[in-house]
């Protein structure tokens, strides 16, 4: 759609897949989210990505150095997003030393916009654990 031009539907496209997610169709989306996403993805499609962007393949893969990242970290999947994520928050929640995954209800891969007030307990309840913790 983009190499044709067609931003609208790309960026609608877009919305389906993140906004929406795989379980919901757009009347189920709070419509401010979805008019502040599109809104967003429409300008960011808007920029012209470099024609000569070099790719470094790194080795070993990022995904074999998980790990190595000690961090304090904090995977929320929203419970709407697709499975596949799902899969992704689990792995790196299981590879990395001090990571920890949770579960937000009533949103997808946006679920910081769709579930804010719950989406910034979490976060304040994790650093303030680390507060606690004195890291």
Do not use: C
């Not at 169709?25 to 401010?32: F, H, I, K, L, P």
């Not at 996403?37 to 893969?61: C, G, N, R, S, T």
Request: proline fraction near 6%; glycine fraction near 6%; avoid cysteine.
């Amino acid at each position: 759609m983009l190499e044709k031009g067609d931003i609208e539907g790309a960026t609608e496209l877009n919305l389906r897949m993140w906004v929406d997610g795989p379980l919901r169709v757009a009347q189920d989306v709070n419509a401010t989210v979805r008019q502040q996403v599109y809104e967003m993805q429409f300008q960011a499609f808007k920029i012209e990505e470099p024609e000569e962007a070099e790719l470094v393949k790194l080795d070993p893969p990022a995904s074999e150095r998980l790990s190595e990242i000690v961090a304090p970290t904090l995977a929320i999947f929203g419970e709407l997003d697709w499975p596949e994520r799902f899969n992704i928050v689990s792995l790196l929640a299981g590879a990395m030393p001090n990571a920890q995954a949770l579960t937000l209800a009533g949103g997808a891969h946006m679920v910081s916009m769709e579930q804010p007030g719950e989406f910034n307990r979490l976060l304040l309840e994790f650093w303030r654990s680390l507060e606690q913790a004195g890291e």
